[in-house]
């Protein structure tokens, strides 16, 4: 089944301490990136990826940092997480020069 | 980044009824997309449309890329239960060579009473 898979689905953690949210797509499409939703803001483009270590910033990269080492996997760095980090964050993977096709089911990250 | 408009917010409506919602910008975009996410679930995708003045229909959805390159609006007719959600417009714009940016609506949350 073609999917985009994210891992955690829910996280509680502690301001400052450094996680990761992996995301992985079965698909072998080339573009992949990530958003955050919040309430009244919509989904905000993070990160996004044309290829293999090819990374480029979104509208809020601000706190975040991404690799792209794999074509399937493209995680989400927090390298020291703060409140106004708590949101909800979807991966979304396409083939090149076709946008979004395929979102992941989300994360619900909460900064304590 | 860009800014959409989308509109409008939310709306409730009776089951049979025909929907109607659209975006709007400033900025001429190359593409736009609209999806619906369910609760708990990410986006998925409804339609694409790549030229102006295009319109496509995906079953009871259909979505149009305006003249204008700024605007997009997407009915669903005759409405059901199941259509409950809220649904995002997006527009993509090139930036670059081989690089692009994607902005979405704030969304339509779309109630429907049976």
């Known amino acids: 089944e073609a999917q985009v898979t994210q891992n955690p689905r829910y996280l509680i953690t502690v301001t400052g301490k450094k996680l990761t949210v992996t995301c992985s797509q079965n698909?072998?499409?080339?573009?992949m990136s990530w958003y955050r939703q919040d309430p009244g803001l919509g989904l905000r483009q993070i990160y996004y990826s044309m290829n293999v270590e090819v990374t480029d910033k979104g509208d809020v990269p601000e706190g975040y940092k991404v690799s792209r080492k794999e074509k399937r996997n493209f995680p989400l760095i927090l390298e020291s997480p703060s409140p106004n980090q708590t949101s909800l964050y979807f991966c979304a993977s396409s083939p090149y020069r076709i946008t979004e096709a395929f979102f992941g089911q989300g994360t619900r990250l909460t900064v304590v | 980044g860009q800014q959409l408009n989308q509109s409008p917010q939310s709306m409730f409506i009776q089951e049979g009824e025909d929907v109607s919602m659209n975006c709007t910008s400033s900025s001429i975009f190359n593409t736009w997309l609209w999806y619906k996410q369910d609760p708990g679930e990410g986006p998925v995708l409804l339609i694409a449309?790549?030229?102006?003045?295009e319109l496509t229909s995906n079953g009871r959805l259909t979505a149009q890329f305006g003249i204008t390159r700024k605007d997009s609006f997407l009915n669903i007719s005759a409405s059901i239960p199941s259509d409950v959600g809220i649904y995002f417009c997006?527009?993509?714009?090139?930036?670059?060579?081989?690089?692009?940016?994607?902005?979405f609506g704030k969304g339509t949350k779309l109630s429907v009473i049976p």
């Open positions: 449309l790549y030229k102006a003045g």
């Open positions: 698909m072998n499409h080339e573009y």
């Open positions: 997006a527009g993509r714009l090139m930036v670059g060579a081989g690089s692009y940016q994607l902005t």
